[in-house]
């Protein structure tokens, strides 16, 4: 329905908003853009430098910049106490789950078990250990009034260029054109507006601040059973604006009563015109230029935000708005120039970025087409680039992992709190991390986590009797708690601390961090995990398969489980972490007891089963679900993100794997535009190139806003969020499409669809620390590139050719269509 009114609002205000020039009718490849301004935040345009985002609106009137900045949360509720008293529950669950007493395990509670008169009790509050609700919030709306134009405005244009990290828009009015920029300075840790026009004296605008106070005004994106919680968030207090100057004034307060304080300083410069005073703002009249300064800081990282709000303003606001520009696009084109990717143009690439998702939207289809022509290839290019780009703008050394949301957000509810969910949403916004050359994004990550090691190393001695360490939820002040049903976080980052070796082969970094903690996870998995009784293999519980429930009895009456013993997800965790542990001590020549260890306890797991329907199995027993159809696809992990199984390795289970991804789309799966993603990557690892197409234009049809954000369901179907893995995971998966490094080579096209016949894609990176060049054309390899930044072997497959060469540091080797070696 949303979409239907978007339709019609396009079709009566296409009149006003026409373009007439040649120019804005050329195509703009990597812009997003518009001839309409965005009435509702899940179409503006979003800026952001890690620290600080804005959603840009482009109003004509009136603009609308609604800010956030990345540590403004509430605060949880209490410090976590870890209790050994847990270890008892443990030890319960796993008896009745043996049992088939599902029912029973699941309603055990620690704290109502007897202990025995010889175990010892411990509690203890390790700082940093944290739990309750912290929630997401934004910092401030920011308005800019011009007032009603004296004409109708013509040759409107909205647009986001990604290119070089700018939101614009431009107008005429009568002769005069209007042109307003938007950038997020990483280097000067500012956003900053500017405001010109092709005439002098033409600017003239008033600035106000405000900022959303009542929760239940953004229930319309979240479920109608929320209404308790929504009644327990606490409304923030007013926040306080102090006129510091006529062109400079501070916004502060707090996220909640009891959450983070936030200090924003606004500073205005006008050449030209005059300013004139008012109250909790600006304004300017008849200027020929404006700029626009916004810094912020919390107490969250500062004693003093507002001295440091003040500091960065004074410097940033230092510059001429030309010189910080340069800054901003030089530190940014520095990570975004890396990776180019050029897909078949058609006639839709000239179209206004939202006509081109409509298309998709509406099913728009010309019957006199040739069946399998291109609808509009180069809209999954520029969606590939504008993933990268959020990446770049939302995860920035120094800075917060990006959540839910990555760091946009305007709601005082926003959808799952805006919080840290660990069940793949975090580990799938850096998927493409490593793959699509933004090494460094990855870092905020893994630094974000790593400094955790030792508390939660006390939490698995405590709650699990175990050596190791888990991880097992995330706040942006560390770990949640210490037990719960799910414990694959710890082992799930394991794998990014490998991977981020795998690409780099940083031995410093593997030595000083990626083993250090992937040690750690595969001394848990070592102990936590118990032999299953008459199979002879080890078995890893409590455990659940996120979010999946099923069956444990037949009948009138079906009962629903939760936890069980060997989730087939667990099971690839520890496979894969163990593994990964053995190969980093040999790398290392380190821990060769401990590495006894792992080989036994890796060479032990169950083994992978397939189910009735020759399924993969989700569960170590062959379980119906209430939901076949499931959005998480958990038990393919091994598959993706993992690399255990493969065609060559496990051909059955490699089967297996095809046909649970079948039954899940058969059964309605891929709802999610996260799920529709993570199913692009599965059919990328199968080979399968227009399984991943289909998937991608479902994803385009069914959960893609026309600014590009990705979506999640919500209210029946009623309404949607955005969710910023869902882009995160469809970029990986187009660069699995068309190249892989997870079978020890680098294969080439492996997964391209039949319909991209001509592109390519330029400064991927593979394992093993190759950079890669990949030219198609008429659907078959032209030519391809790699250079190597570490040296050693590399081997290239392009279709049923393997071929294999000694390569040195910093030299780049071409390949023909036949991978052989041009001079």
């Not at 410090?79 to 049992?99: G, P």
């Not at 005429?172 to 938007?182: A, G, L, P, Y």
């Not at 919390?298 to 520009?325: C, G, H, V």
Request: aromatic share 12%; charged share 25%; net charge negative.
């Amino acid at each position: 329905m949303k979409h239907r009114i978007i339709f019609f609002y396009l079709l009566f205000t296409f009149p006003l908003f026409a373009q007439t020039s040649e120019e804005n009718e050329k195509s703009d490849d990597w812009k997003l853009w518009y001839r309409f301004p965005a009435r509702e935040w899940e179409e503006a345009l979003p800026v952001g430098n890690g620290h600080m985002g804005g959603m840009v609106y482009g109003g004509i009137d009136r603009e609308h910049i609604a800010l956030n900045e990345e540590t403004i949360w509430s605060f949880p509720f209490q410090q976590v106490e870890l209790n050994s008293r847990k270890q008892i529950l443990i030890q319960e669950q796993r008896k009745l789950i043996l049992e088939g007493k599902y029912e029973e395990a699941k309603k055990l509670k620690w704290n109502k078990l007897e202990i025995p008169d010889d175990f010892e009790v411990i509690k203890e509050k390790p700082e940093g250990f944290v739990t309750g609700r912290s929630i997401y919030k934004p910092l401030a709306d920011l308005y800019l009034h011009f007032g009603s134009t004296s004409s109708l405005p013509y040759d409107y244009k909205r647009e986001l260029d990604i290119e070089n990290a700018v939101a614009r828009v431009t107008y005429k009015v009568d002769d005069v054109t209007f042109k307003r920029e938007v950038i997020a300075s990483y280097p000067d840790k500012a956003i900053v507006v500017r405001l010109t026009a092709s005439k002098p004296g033409q600017i003239s605008v008033s600035s106000k601040m405000t900022r959303r106070v009542d929760v239940k005004d953004d229930m319309y994106r979240y479920d109608a059973e929320l209404g308790a919680k929504v009644e327990s968030i606490k409304t923030p207090p007013a926040p306080m604006i102090e006129v510091l100057d006529d062109d400079h004034f501070s916004f502060s307060g707090k996220a909640d009563p009891d959450g983070v304080s936030y200090v924003a300083h606004f500073k205005l410069i006008n050449e030209g015109g005059k300013r004139v005073p008012i109250e909790n703002g600006f304004k300017v009249e008849n200027a020929d230029a404006v700029t626009i300064f916004i810094t912020a800081a919390t107490d969250f990282n500062y004693e003093d935000p507002d001295k440091i709000a003040r500091k960065q303003m004074k410097k940033a606001s230092s510059y001429s708005y030309d010189e910080l520009f340069q800054r901003h696009v030089t530190d940014y084109k520095a990570l975004y120039d890396r990776v180019d990717i050029q897909l078949e143009k058609t006639r839709n690439s000239k179209m206004s970025t939202d006509r081109r998702v409509m298309a998709h939207q509406m099913g728009i289809k010309d019957p006199r087409v040739t069946p399998g022509t291109p609808r509009d290839n180069n809209l999954y290019a520029l969606y590939f680039q504008y993933s990268r780009y959020l990446m770049i703008a939302s995860s920035r050394k120094g800075t917060m992992p990006p959540a839910l949301q990555g760091i946009w957000n305007n709601s005082l509810l926003p959808p799952w709190f805006g919080h840290y969910t660990t069940d793949i949403n975090i580990e799938m916004n850096y998927w493409p991390a490593e793959v699509c050359n933004l090494s460094e994004s990855h870092d905020v990550l893994l630094d974000f986590v790593f400094p955790h090691l030792d508390k939660c190393k006390r939490a698995a001695e405590i709650e699990y009797g175990t050596r190791g360490m888990v991880f097992n939820s995330m706040s942006p002040w560390g770990p949640r708690r210490g037990y719960q049903d799910w414990n694959g976080f710890a082992g799930w980052l394991a794998q990014h601390f490998w991977e981020h070796y795998a690409y780099t082969l940083d031995t410093n970094y593997l030595k000083t961090k990626a083993y250090p903690w992937i040690k750690e996870v595969a001394l848990f998995h070592v102990d936590y995990a118990i032999e299953y009784p008459d199979s002879g293999y080890l078995v890893i519980g409590p455990e659940y398969s996120p979010e999946n429930h099923f069956y444990y009895s037949d009948g009138e009456e079906k009962k629903k489980g939760h936890i069980s013993m060997g989730t087939t997800m667990s099971r690839a965790i520890a496979w894969e972490v163990l593994d990964n542990a053995i190969k980093a001590s040999e790398i290392l020549d380190v821990d060769e007891d401990l590495r006894k260890e792992f080989i036994q306890t890796r060479d032990k797991l169950s083994p992978y089963k397939i189910g009735k329907h020759g399924q993969l199995q989700e569960w170590l027993m062959d379980y119906d679900e209430p939901h076949p159809g499931h959005r998480h696809l958990s038990h393919l992990y091994g598959l993706y993100p993992g690399n255990e199984i493969t065609k060559k390795n496990s051909p059955e289970i490699f089967e297996a794997a095809r046909k649970s991804i079948d039954r899940r789309l058969e059964n309605n799966g891929g709802w999610t535009g996260w799920s529709r993603a993570w199913i692009i990557c599965l059919a990328a690892h199968l080979q399968d190139g227009e399984l991943a197409r289909e998937q991608l234009e479902l994803l385009f049809e069914q959960t893609t806003l026309y600014n590009l954000f990705d979506t999640h369901p919500r209210q029946g179907g009623n309404t949607t969020c955005f969710q910023i893995e869902g882009n995160m995971g469809a970029t990986a998966g187009i660069a699995e499409m068309l190249m892989q490094s997870h079978e020890s080579y680098i294969h080439l096209l492996p997964a391209k669809p039949d319909n991209w016949r001509k592109g390519h894609v330029t400064g991927l990176v593979a394992r093993g620390a190759f950079e890669v060049d990949v030219y198609w054309d008429k659907s078959k390899l032209a030519k391809a590139s790699i250079r190597s930044k570490q040296g050693g072997v590399c081997k290239l497959k392009y279709g049923d050719k393997l071929i294999e060469i000694k390569t040195e540091k910093g030299k780049e080797y071409s390949f023909d269509e036949n991978l052989k070696l041009v001079k």
